[in-house]
């Protein structure tokens, strides 16, 4: 298993920027935070990391600047504030990033620019072309076109996205908490600091769960959503507090600071971790309990004599679900056949297919390699 000494090797790095330490007490975009960051990227990179910064802030940085005191509530007023203070944000960044000699580059990305394949790949190379460059890109989400559809919605999600789409070696999340703990720190003064983290599930779980104990919400969901994304691709993750002396190199002198998410040894493959989280499903299949068990103990394709039926209007090469009798979603994948297809076909031997369809694409209806079962430990 990975210990905090391995992180010393690591050489790429994506770093995120939660908004509640790039700003200070007053909401004021925090200088002194900034140029401390600048320091340890520097340091960094005279040791040849890669560093990657994905940033949050736009909107305070327009507060800030246009001395608003609340956040406003509309949709386009907020979008519109973002979009102002994306440029303050970042001119800032290069101002202090310049000092030391660094260049930095503004990425905006939505969730559209992940799920899509060759949005993806055209986003990887260009993060690949900025990392060659020597050029230090700072992401945010691309709030001002951004709908509730497309947006990832927060910034968590968005740097792991980005730590496995450039196979990150590392991901850094450097909050206002001092890592991760067994309760809300804000609502428990005895709540204790978890030092390593493998099983994410089983604490995602309680964070969502309504009943029970009290453990937090809010922003740390969505901080152990982004470490389970990493930690399957085989990415270790720490979440630490961003407001102390040299937290950066700290971690990559494998001190134990903050909370440490142990990746997967066997990590998924980079196109079924895009069947599991990047494609929104646009069906689902359901399938009968001899083709559930093929699936799930056999390690099988899915042939279309298990298919009951099927719903939603997918096409082929789209991401389906497959749903088992007790209406569990058991398995992801891309479908060989389309929806109208697939009723004519369904239920039916392989070797029937051509002539009920007057052509056959293949045997399978999805095929193993392009299916991730959701069984798989995590997911
Ligand atoms: P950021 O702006 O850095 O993304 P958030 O405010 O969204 O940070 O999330 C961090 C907050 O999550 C912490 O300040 C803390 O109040 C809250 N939180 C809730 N439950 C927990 C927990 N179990 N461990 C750590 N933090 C928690």
């Known amino acids: 298993m990975m210990t905090r000494g391995d992180l010393i090797s690591a050489k790429r790095i994506v770093i995120k920027i939660g908004s509640s330490i790039i700003t200070d007490e007053k909401n004021i975009i925090d200088d002194t935070f900034l140029k401390h960051l600048a320091e340890q990227v520097y340091k960094l990179k005279k040791k040849n990391k890669e560093i990657i910064i994905v940033s949050s802030g736009a909107v305070a940085a327009g507060m800030m600047v246009l001395k608003m005191k609340e956040k406003p509530k509309g949709i386009s007023e907020k979008q ?30 939505t969730s559209e620019d992940i799920a899509n394949r060759k949005r993806y790949l055209n986003a990887k190379n260009t993060l690949e072309n900025l990392i060659s460059k020597d050029i230090i890109p700072i992401i945010n989400e691309n709030d001002t076109v951004a709908t509730n559809e497309i947006k990832l919605g927060d910034n968590d999600n968005l740097s792991a996205e980005v730590a496995c789409l450039i196979d990150a070696d590392l991901l850094i999340i450097l909050s206002d908490v001092e890592g991760f703990y067994d309760k809300n720190p804000q609502q428990f003064k005895d709540a204790n600091i978890i030092d390593t983290v493998t099983d994410v599930n089983k604490y995602l779980k309680k964070v969502t769960s309504k009943t029970g104990t009290a453990v937090g919400t809010g922003g740390i969901f969505t901080k152990l959503q982004a470490a389970k994304k990493v930690m399957i691709m085989g990415i270790p993750c720490v979440l630490a507090k961003g407001k102390q002396q040299n937290v950066i190199t700290k971690i990559l002198k494998g001190e134990n600071i903050g909370t440490f998410f142990i990746p997967l040894k066997k990590s998924i493959s980079h196109k079924k971790y895009f069947i599991a989280f990047n494609v929104k499903p646009k069906g689902k299949i359901f399938i009968d309990d001899g083709a559930a068990e093929a699936l799930l103990k056999k390690g099988k394709s899915l042939l279309p004599s298990g298919i009951l039926s099927a719903t939603g209007n997918f096409d082929i090469g789209d991401v389906v679900e497959i749903e088992d009798k007790k209406k569990n979603v058991i398995a992801r994948g891309l479908v060989n056949y389309s929806r109208v297809e697939l009723d004519k076909i369904k239920g039916k031997k392989s070797s029937e297919i051509e002539k009920i369809l007057g052509y056959k694409y293949e045997d399978e209806v999805i095929h193993r390699n392009n299916m991730v079962l959701l069984t798989e430990k995590f997911i």
């Open 80 to 109: 519109a504030l973002a979009a102002f203070g994306q440029g303050y944000l970042i001119a800032k960044y290069n101002d202090v990033f310049n000092k030391y000699n660094m260049l930095v580059a503004q990425v905006l990305l």
